[in-house]
């Protein structure tokens, strides 16, 4: 006979209980500031950049927090591995409260960097926490709920990350004008109060608790412990196969997301340009200028700061065919065509205010996209399956990418680019929390869901940094920004 849950009709949130309500929350919640942190990241990694690296060029800033973002991404990778590991051995719950405190911590003192190398240090610990936390968080939803309510329960689980995306990129646009960019890891430090919390109140789920005595009694006979033994993973031949076909799915959609779905704040500097009342009063006199003479004149009377913009709007922002090398930038007249492209350059531009405002408004467009594409994958997946949920998203993910980066170029776009942007690179991640835990037995679910989750960052973790050099080495070789080529090709 079917389980009796299987006859149950009611929507999957009727069907918990008050403790299972309880640990769903603590997950979420968990979960959400893992998210939280990412956002605060990936959405101040501009600003981080030019503070710690204030005399370099836009394209070696980028370069650099690639270095930060595969430092960050391995962190997420070992953590995943560690904290797996401690998981299945030592339980869901101490686990999970352990991982929010190291990354809360860590997430703090990145806020006191001083060079990147030392950002760099401070996201790879904070990474460490990161990575364990969802494998701890989705095995422990994974074990409490109801059969029926669990793929459900999952997709919003990893539905509600957008929420703390979103609460990322709110910090943003608060604390960022008031106390800079550190202001905003020294709020993410906040979470380490809820690891007291998680540590007295939850406890483990009875699966593992009966796993537990069964490996407990298993030595006591003699034999191995079998719990979170990742060499299980590939001697056993059908969880050989589950860890190939997760590991697969993960790398697929981690590099994608990383390595160019979460570049969105540079997509959004690539396209539009930063300039001051005063400057845009400058530069709107040379593309006004009537005559060569008149040009040169109000070229060089621009102070040094301006002038080091002028040379990046003609040398890096105009297409191929109009550019102007940089090293006769400040010598060089320009023809009718391209004191039209400069116009237009600055009819887009924003004051550092305004684009602060922008790139949240996007960021949040691309967060509230996301969390419908991971609810649509969890109500699909129940509907036609997993594998066609997933062939689904990742052809969606992949359009996404496309659309984002080819056809960005107008404000108003970012009304309908930048959801579509969220809902197909973020979808597929409601399928791992649904997807990985069911590939493997109770005393290795956190182990295989961790491995599978997070080794993939381990691949994954080259898209930044070379995502960094294919950008620069494209770059003024097509009409395209190289850029923009870099993350298609992604």
Same mark, same amino acid.
């Given at each position: 006979?079917?389980?009796?849950?299987?006859?149950?009709?009611?929507?999957?949130?009727?069907?918990?209980?008050?403790?299972?309500?309880?640990?769903? *929350?603590?997950?979420?919640?968990?979960?959400?500031?893992?998210?939280?942190?990412?956002?605060?990241?990936?959405?101040?990694? #501009?600003?981080?950049?030019?503070?710690?690296?204030?005399?370099?060029?836009?394209?070696?800033?980028? =370069?650099?927090? &690639?270095?930060?973002?595969?430092?960050?991404?391995?962190?997420?990778?070992?953590?995943?591995?560690?904290?797996?590991?401690?998981?299945?051995?030592?339980?869901?719950?101490?686990?999970?409260?352990?991982?929010?405190?190291?990354?809360?911590?860590?997430?703090?003192? *990145? &806020?006191?960097?001083?060079?990147?190398?030392?950002?760099?240090?401070?996201?790879?610990?904070?990474?460490?926490?990161?990575?364990?936390?969802?494998?701890?968080?989705?095995?422990?939803?994974?074990?409490?709920?109801?059969?029926?309510?669990?793929?459900?329960?999952?997709?919003?689980?990893?539905?509600?990350?957008?929420?703390?995306?979103?609460? $990322?990129?709110?910090?943003? *646009? @608060?604390?960022?004008?008031?106390?800079?960019?550190?202001?905003?890891?020294?709020?993410?430090?906040? /979470?380490?109060?809820?690891?007291?919390?998680?540590?007295?109140?939850?406890?483990? !789920?009875?699966?593992?608790?009966?796993?537990?005595?069964?490996?407990?009694?298993?030595?006591?006979?003699?034999? =191995?412990?079998?719990?979170?033994?990742?060499?299980?993973?590939?001697?056993?031949?059908?969880?050989?196969?589950?860890?190939?076909?997760?590991?697969?799915?993960?790398?697929?959609?981690?590099?994608?997301?990383?390595?160019?779905?979460?570049?969105?704040?540079?997509?959004?500097?690539?396209?539009?340009? @930063? @300039?001051?009342?005063?400057?845009?009063?400058?530069?709107?006199?040379?593309?006004?200028?009537?005559?060569?003479?008149?040009?040169?004149?109000?070229?060089?009377?621009?102070?040094?700061?301006? *002038?080091?913009?002028?040379?990046?709007?003609? %040398?890096?922002?105009?297409?191929?065919?109009?550019?102007?090398?940089?090293?006769?930038?400040?010598?060089?007249?320009?023809?009718? !065509?391209?004191?039209?492209?400069?116009?237009?350059?600055?009819?887009? %531009?924003?004051?550092?205010?305004?684009?602060?405002?922008?790139?949240?408004?996007?960021?949040?467009?691309?967060?509230?996209?996301?969390?419908?594409?991971?609810?649509?994958?969890?109500?699909?997946? #129940?509907?036609?399956?997993?594998?066609?949920?997933?062939?689904?998203?990742?052809?969606?993910?992949?359009? %996404?990418?496309?659309?984002?980066?080819?056809?960005?170029?107008?404000?108003?776009?970012?009304?309908?680019?930048? /959801?579509?942007? &969220?809902?197909?690179?973020?979808?597929?991640?409601? $399928?791992?929390?649904?997807?990985?835990?069911?590939?493997?037995?109770?005393?290795?679910?956190?182990? $295989?869901?961790?491995?599978?989750?997070?080794?993939?960052?381990?691949?994954?973790? @080259?898209?930044?940094?070379?995502?960094?050099?294919?950008?620069? $080495?494209?770059?003024?070789?097509?009409?395209?920004?190289?850029?923009?080529?870099?993350?298609?090709?992604?």
């Amino acid at each position: 006979m079917a389980p009796i849950d299987a006859l149950d009709n009611r929507p999957w949130w009727r069907m918990l209980n008050g403790y299972q309500w309880f640990v769903f *929350s603590l997950a979420a919640l968990g979960w959400m500031f893992d998210t939280m942190d990412g956002q605060i990241f990936f959405a101040s990694r #501009v600003d981080a950049m030019k503070t710690l690296m204030p005399d370099v060029a836009f394209d070696v800033q980028t =370069k650099y927090g &690639g270095y930060v973002t595969t430092l960050f991404i391995l962190g997420w990778a070992t953590g995943g591995l560690i904290f797996g590991t401690i998981g299945d051995k030592f339980g869901r719950a101490k686990t999970m409260a352990m991982t929010i405190f190291v990354y809360s911590i860590f997430t703090g003192l *990145s &806020g006191i960097a001083h060079n990147w190398q030392e950002f760099g240090l401070y996201r790879f610990l904070t990474g460490v926490g990161v990575g364990g936390e969802f494998a701890a968080g989705a095995s422990l939803v994974a074990e409490v709920m109801p059969e029926r309510a669990r793929a459900s329960a999952l997709g919003m689980l990893q539905a509600l990350s957008a929420v703390g995306n979103v609460i $990322g990129i709110g910090l943003l *646009s @608060v604390i960022t004008p008031r106390w800079g960019w550190q202001g905003l890891y020294f709020a993410g430090a906040f /979470p380490a109060l809820m690891a007291v919390f998680v540590q007295l109140r939850l406890k483990e !789920p009875e699966k593992w608790v009966a796993a537990r005595k069964a490996a407990d009694a298993a030595i006591k006979a003699g034999a =191995k412990s079998t719990l979170g033994r990742i060499s299980e993973l590939f001697t056993n031949p059908k969880l050989r196969r589950n860890t190939f076909v997760g590991l697969a799915l993960g790398i697929s959609g981690i590099l994608g997301l990383w390595s160019v779905g979460y570049y969105s704040p540079e997509l959004i500097n690539n396209s539009f340009a @930063v @300039v001051s009342p005063e400057s845009r009063v400058a530069f709107d006199g040379i593309a006004a200028a009537t005559t060569p003479e008149e040009q040169l004149a109000k070229i060089a009377a621009l102070n040094p700061a301006d *002038s080091k913009q002028y040379v990046n709007f003609v %040398s890096n922002r105009f297409p191929k065919s109009a550019a102007v090398p940089a090293a006769a930038a400040l010598t060089t007249t320009l023809n009718a !065509p391209q004191q039209e492209r400069l116009r237009g350059l600055l009819s887009n %531009s924003f004051t550092q205010k305004e684009m602060i405002a922008f790139r949240s408004k996007g960021l949040l467009l691309q967060q509230l996209g996301g969390f419908t594409g991971m609810l649509l994958f969890g109500m699909l997946a #129940v509907r036609i399956g997993r594998r066609a949920t997933f062939a689904i998203s990742f052809l969606l993910a992949y359009l %996404s990418v496309f659309a984002a980066f080819m056809f960005f170029y107008r404000p108003e776009q970012v009304w309908y680019i930048f /959801p579509f942007l &969220g809902l197909g690179t973020m979808a597929p991640l409601s $399928g791992y929390s649904i997807y990985f835990p069911e590939l493997f037995p109770t005393r290795l679910r956190t182990t $295989g869901t961790g491995f599978c989750y997070n080794v993939g960052r381990y691949i994954a973790a @080259v898209g930044p940094t070379a995502l960094g050099g294919l950008s620069a $080495g494209l770059q003024g070789q097509y009409e395209t920004s190289g850029f923009r080529l870099a993350a298609i090709i992604f």
